[in-house]
């Protein structure tokens, strides 16, 4: 079983529409947890932290349940811009490390 | 800021060779630097966490001898692939940690 496992997609949506992404981590040790950006042949960027007591930014919203591991990304009012690969990170409390899950794409489209 | 540069930004090599990739954090010092790879379609693999002054530690799978890890400076890390082979093409990532990673933008590697 993967550390982090989430639907590898692709998530095809018209622009304006509401797109919600999941993910699952296996460590119940787990500390920390973030879901990163990547855009084709291009580095991973930190799209937000996440916390139990959920968090947003602006059209994105991250939430986290600890009870059953489970981390969730939503996204209102697609753009086209929004279009990449969506990675659930998660930090290991013990040695600091990051585990990447594979990633879910998202397409928007006009 | 937080910026991480990776050099070069894409490398083309025959099979035996070695080649160096250079990790460098631009205006903070970073003791710990991360080497990740990935490949096609798959997720960020980390490699090994290079510390400053110290011998690197690598993962589970990622043979020290072939991928050598230099951490001379708090601001430089190094990774060499060593008789690169076809098999070891692959987009490399470092990152460097100041409270969160902070990632390069990646090292294509192709080997012939």
């Known amino acids: 079983r993967k550390e982090v496992e989430q639907d590898p997609g692709p998530f095809n949506v018209p622009e304006g529409a509401t797109v919600a992404f999941n993910c699952t981590y296996s460590n119940s040790a787990s500390q920390s947890f973030f879901w990163y950006r990547q855009d084709c042949r291009k580095e991973p960027k930190l799209l937000m932290s996440v916390y139990s007591s959920g968090n947003e930014d602006g059209r ?3 939430q986290l349940n600890r009870a059953s591991q489970y981390i969730s990304l939503l996204i209102r009012d697609s753009k086209l811009s929004d279009s ?23 397409q928007v489209k006009p | 800021g937080a910026v991480v540069s990776q050099h070069p930004s894409w490398v083309i090599c025959k099979s035996g060779t070695s080649v160096k990739i250079e990790c460098r954090s631009l205006d903070f010092q970073a003791t710990t630097m991360f080497w990740y790879r ?11 966490t290079s510390n400053e ?16 890890i230099n951490h001379a400076s708090l601001t430089l890390s190094t990774l060499t692939v060593t008789s690169a082979h076809p098999e070891d093409s692959s987009f490399y990532i470092c990152s460097a940690l100041k409270v969160a990673q902070f990632f390069g933008p990646g090292t294509r590697l192709t080997v012939l």
């Open chain 1, 84 to 106: 990449a690969t969506y990675l659930c990170v998660v930090k290991e409390w013990d040695t600091g490390k990051l585990i990447f899950g594979q990633g879910t794409t998202l």
């Open chain 2, 38 to 48: 990935q490949f096609p379609k798959q997720s960020l693999m980390l490699m090994a």
């Open chain 2, 53 to 68: 002054g110290s011998k690197a530690t690598y993962e589970q799978g990622v043979e020290k001898d072939k991928f050598l």
């Open chain 1, 60 to 62: 994105f919203t991250a």
